[in-house]
C-alpha cells in the first residue's frame, strides 16, 4: 500500500476554514426576524376581521340563510361573488410557477413562492365560501360521492360536481406544488435557526441535504407537477366558469366564458401578487431581489389579461346585440344602464380601461402607480363577478323571476372577513417561511458568477 | 474505509471532477449542491429520475378511477336527467381529468419521497451548513491507498480544500 505523500496529509487534517454564509440566505432569511409593531398591529387588524366573520358566520347558521340579501329570483349573491374572486386569485401562483417554468422563464423566481402561498390561501380562503354559501354546513357532504344507505349517488352531469372535483384537485395539487418547492429552502432555514424553528424545519425539510439523488427527484417533480398543473390551472376557472355558462341564464350562456374567465383570473392574480408584493419589498428591503424588472414583467400581463378581458366584455355585447335574443339584450342593456350600472362602470374603467396606461414604460416601472392599478383592478375584478352573477340572475326571461339584490350587513361583514382571512395566512407566512425560493435565486447568482456575469 | 470531502465553488468544477472519479472507478460518491444543477446530478446519476414512473401510474390510475367511477355510479342508481344518457361520456370527462391531474400530482410526490429516499433524517457525516450556502461538496468513499490520488484529482478540478471526513 502506497502512503500519501506526507505534505498532502498535512494538508488533510487541517481544519476547514468556517465558509462565511451567503448572501442570498442571509437578505432572505432575514424577512422572517422579528416582529415589529407594525406587523402586529396588521396582523391584529386581519384577524380582527377574520373573527368578525366568523362570529357573523355563526350567526348566519344559528339563524338561517335569511340573513344574507337573498331574495327571489336571486340566490347566489355575494358569497359566490367573493368565492369565484378568490378562485380567480389563485390562478396567478400556478401561473408563474408552472406555466413561466415551463418557458423557463427565470425571472419568475423572485415572485414564484410568494405567488404559491398566495394561490394555497386564496384556495383556502374560496372554500370556505362553499361552506358558507350553503348554509347548512353540516350537510355540506352530501356534495361528496360517499356510499350510503339511500344508494343514492351525486350527480356527475352538474357543474358543479365538476367544480367540486376542480377545486379539490386544485386545492391539493397547489399545496403540494408549494410544498415540493420550499424543501430545499427549508433545509436552508434549518441550518441557520435554532429552537422551535430548527425543529420546525428539520421535520419539514425531511432532511434534505441537496444530494445528486435528491435534487435529481426534485427537479423532475417540479416539473411533472408543473406539466400537470398547466392543464390543471387552466381548467379550473373554466370549470367555475360553467357552473354559469352550462346554465340558459342570459348573460351567462355564452361559450366565451371559459377563456374569458381564465384571462380574467390570472389578471386578477398578478393584480394580488403586486399589491401584496410591493409592501413587502418594500418593508423588507427586498429591491435586489425583487426588481422594477419582475414588476414591469407582471405589468406587461396584467396588460396582456387587461386586453383579453376587455375584448371578452366588448364580445359579451355584441353577441347580446347580434343574437337577436330580447332577453339578452335586455339583459346587457340592463347591465349599463339598469340598477347596477354603476357595478359595471367600474368594472370597465378598472379592468379595461385603468390598465392602459401600462402601455407606457414609465407607468410599468413607476411603483407607486402600479400598487394603485393593482388594487383598482383587484376592486375592478370583484365587481366583474357581481356584475355577471347578480346581473345574470336578477333579468330572466319572465318578469316572475325579475328582481334587485341588494347585499346585507352580515354578507359584507363575511366578504371583508375573507381578506382579513387570507392576510393573516400571508402575514404567518412571512414569518414563518422563506418569502423567496432561496435556492432558485442561488441557482441564477451561482450560475452568473460562473460565467462571469452579473445578476 | 476513509471518506475525502472535496469543496467546490462551481457546478462545472464538480460535475468534471465527479465525472472523473467515476472513470477512474470510484462509483461510492455523495454530492451536495446549494441549488439545482443538472450537470452535477448527471455526473453521478446520468439516468433519467424514476419520479417519471410514479406519476406515470398516479395519471392512468386516476384517468381510469374517474371514468369508472362516475359510470359505474350513474348505472348504480340510475336517475334520468334530462333525457341524457347515464353514461354521458363528455361530462365525466371533466371528472376523469380532474383525478387524472389529483392522482398523478399526489403521486409524483409520493415518487420524490421513494425516489428521492426522504425522508431521510440520518444526516450524512460531510454535510454541514456551508453546503447550504454556496459551497459544492463532494464526498468520495475509498481504499487508504487512492486517498493521495483522488486528493490530487480534486485539487486538479479547482477544489477549494479537501479534508478527510471524521468517522
Given at each position: 500500500m502506497t502512503p500519501p505523500p506526507a505534505e498532502s496529509v498535512a494538508a488533510l487534517i487541517r481544519p476547514a476554514p468556517v465558509a462565511r454564509d451567503s448572501q442570498v440566505n442571509r437578505d432572505l432569511l432575514r424577512v422572517m426576524d422579528g416582529v415589529s409593531l407594525g406587523y402586529f398591529a396588521v396582523l391584529a387588524l386581519a384577524l380582527g376581521f377574520m373573527f368578525a366573520a366568523g362570529g357573523v358566520w355563526i350567526y348566519q347558521v344559528y339563524?338561517?340563510?335569511?340573513?344574507?340579501?337573498?331574495a327571489h329570483p336571486i340566490f347566489w349573491g355575494a358569497y359566490i361573488v367573493t368565492f369565484v374572486f378568490w378562485v380567480g386569485i389563485a390562478h396567478a401562483g400556478t401561473l408563474i410557477s408552472a406555466i413561466l417554468y415551463l418557458f423557463r422563464a427565470k425571472w419568475r423566481n423572485a415572485i414564484n413562492r410568494s405567488a404559491e402561498a398566495m394561490t394555497v390561501f386564496a384556495v383556502l380562503t374560496a372554500a370556505q365560501f362553499l361552506g358558507i354559501h350553503v348554509g347548512r354546513i353540516w350537510k355540506s357532504y352530501f356534495i361528496l360521492p360517499y356510499p350510503n344507505q339511500r344508494a343514492l349517488w351525486v350527480n356527475f352531469k352538474s357543474p358543479l360536481l365538476w367544480d367540486t372535483f376542480a377545486i379539490t384537485t386544485y386545492a391539493t395539487i397547489s399545496i403540494i406544488f408549494f410544498y415540493v418547492g420550499l424543501i430545499p429552502d427549508l433545509a436552508i432555514a434549518r441550518d441557520r435557526s435554532t429552537g422551535w424553528r430548527r425543529a420546525l424545519y428539520t421535520v419539514l425539510s425531511l432532511?434534505?441535504?441537496?444530494?445528486a439523488r435528491q435534487w435529481k427527484s426534485h427537479n423532475r417533480t417540479v416539473l411533472h407537477l408543473s406539466g400537470l398543473a398547466t392543464p390543471l390551472v387552466l381548467s379550473v376557472h373554466s370549470v367555475v366558469s360553467w357552473d354559469f355558462?352550462?346554465?340558459?341564464?342570459p348573460g351567462w350562456h355564452a361559450t366565451i366564458f371559459a377563456p374569458y374567465f381564465v384571462a380574467g383570473a390570472i389578471f386578477s392574480g398578478f393584480a394580488m401578487v403586486l399589491t401584496m408584493m410591493i409592501p413587502v419589498r418594500r418593508i423588507y428591503g427586498l429591491e435586489h431581489i425583487i426588481t422594477d424588472y419582475h414588476f414591469e414583467n407582471m405589468s406587461r400581463f396584467l396588460l396582456l389579461t387587461s386586453l383579453i378581458v376587455g375584448y371578452a366584455y366588448g364580445a359579451e355585447y355584441f353577441m347580446a346585440w347580434y343574437s337577436g335574443v330580447e332577453a339578452e339584450q335586455s339583459s346587457f342593456w340592463l347591465r349599463a344602464f339598469g340598477p347596477y350600472w354603476i357595478s359595471t362602470w367600474v368594472m370597465i374603467s378598472c379592468n379595461a380601461i385603468f390598465p392602459q396606461i401600462l402601455w407606457f414604460k414609465k407607468a410599468r416601472t413607476h411603483v407607486p402607480t402600479l400598487f394603485v392599478l393593482s388594487v383598482l383592478i383587484n376592486i375592478g375584478m370583484w365587481f366583474e363577478r357581481y356584475v355577471i352573477i347578480i346581473g345574470g340572475l336578477s333579468r330572466e326571461y319572465d318578469p316572475a323571476v325579475w328582481g334587485v339584490y341588494t347585499p346585507s350587513w352580515p354578507e359584507l361583514i363575511i366578504v371583508a372577513g375573507s381578506f382579513g382571512f387570507f392576510c393573516q395566512f400571508f402575514l404567518m407566512f412571512l414569518k414563518v417561511f422563506?418569502?423567496?425560493?432561496i435556492a432558485e435565486v442561488k441557482e441564477i447568482e451561482i450560475h452568473a458568477r460562473a460565467h462571469g456575469g452579473g445578476h | 474505509m476513509p471518506q475525502l470531502l472535496g469543496v467546490f465553488t462551481e457546478p462545472a468544477h464538480i460535475a468534471a471532477a465527479a465525472r472523473r472519479l467515476r472513470d477512474r472507478g470510484f462509483t461510492d460518491l455523495e454530492t451536495f449542491s446549494p441549488a439545482p444543477f443538472a450537470e452535477v446530478d448527471d455526473a453521478l446519476?446520468?439516468?433519467?429520475?424514476?419520479?417519471r414512473g410514479w406519476t406515470l401510474a398516479g395519471g392512468l390510475a386516476g384517468v381510469v378511477t374517474g371514468y369508472a367511477m362516475t359510470i359505474w355510479m350513474a348505472n348504480n342508481w340510475q336517475i334520468m336527467l334530462g333525457g341524457k344518457p347515464f353514461s354521458s361520456i363528455p361530462p365525466y370527462t371533466i371528472i376523469a381529468f380532474e383525478l387524472t391531474i389529483l392522482f398523478g400530482g399526489v403521486m409524483t410526490l409520493v415518487g420524490l419521497l421513494v425516489v428521492g429516499r426522504l425522508p431521510s433524517f440520518r444526516a450524512h457525516k460531510a454535510y454541514s451548513a456551508r453546503f447550504s450556502a454556496e459551497d459544492f461538496g463532494l464526498v468520495v468513499r475509498c481504499r487508504e491507498r487512492d486517498v493521495a490520488e483522488i486528493d490530487g484529482l480534486m485539487r486538479e478540478h479547482h477544489a477549494t480544500e479537501v479534508s478527510l471526513v471524521e468517522a
Open positions: 339563524r338561517g340563510l335569511g340573513i344574507a340579501g337573498y432532511g434534505w441535504q441537496g444530494t355558462a352550462m346554465s340558459i341564464v422563506p418569502v423567496v425560493a | 446519476l446520468p439516468k433519467p429520475s424514476g419520479v
